[in-house]
């Protein structure tokens, strides 16, 4: 009795996905992997001094808001955090820790000056990381990005010498030119782009202050 096989080809490509869905998904999971390794790479450079923190804090509070943004998009395939990471064999203590707290460790720390700085340094930088959100996810018109921004402005507002700032200027001018829109109006894509790098100025500007110490509350 003979039997017939059919060739295996090692070759052959393994697909993960047989729809775009699928393929989303995959890409979407990709992406937040990446995040996760960036992030504890910045950690261990932060701890030992290869990077300042003037360049790891908004490094740090952009790959939290990257996080955010991925984890709302497949919240449902890799919560809790810690079962992703098992599931992909990943060992990155330190972005894991950074990812718990959700602000950066030139905010954790903060709290030394004060329960109440530590409180409106984390709660502005919320701030500016659901206004660059909404702006990422094409919100344009005026009744979704004025409360927002708002809420934004009225945070810097109190740091003292933030009415020295330009990020915060740049942020007063756009609030105004919000102001006179109708609610149903829309900022063009060229007006959401220049506002996003305006909002990313002022967010990198924040932190600098905090970081030169004049970040106090007035």
């Given at each position: ?47 030992r001094d ?137 900022i063009t894509e ?29």
């Amino acid at each position: 009795m003979s039997y017939s096989h059919s060739p295996i080809s090692f070759d052959e490509e393994v697909r993960l996905y047989k729809t775009n869905a699928e393929r989303e998904k995959y890409t979407n999971l990709a992406t937040l992997f990446g995040i996760i390794v960036a992030l504890d790479y910045l950690e261990r450079a932060y701890i030992r001094d290869s990077v300042t923190a003037t360049e790891y804090s908004p490094a740090c509070t952009k790959l939290l808001s990257q996080y955010k943004t991925m984890i709302r998009l497949v919240g449902e395939d890799v919560l809790p955090i810690e079962q992703f990471m098992t599931r992909y064999r990943m060992d990155h203590p330190a972005a894991l820790h950074r990812l718990k707290v959700g602000v950066p460790a030139t905010i954790e720390h903060s709290s030394e000056a004060g329960p109440e700085t530590a409180k409106w340094v984390a709660e502005t930088t919320q701030s500016f990381i659901t206004f660059m959100d909404a702006l990422k996810l094409r919100l344009r018109a005026k009744d979704q990005l004025h409360p927002i921004l708002q809420e934004l402005v009225t945070g810097l507002a109190r740091f003292k010498g933030s009415k020295d700032w330009e990020g915060r200027s740049r942020m007063v001018s756009w609030l105004i030119t919000l102001n006179g829109m109708k609610a149903s109006e829309e900022i063009t894509e060229e007006q959401s782009r220049q506002l996003l790098f305006d909002v990313d100025h002022a967010y990198a500007e924040f932190f600098r202050s905090l970081s030169g110490g004049k970040g106090d509350i007035s």
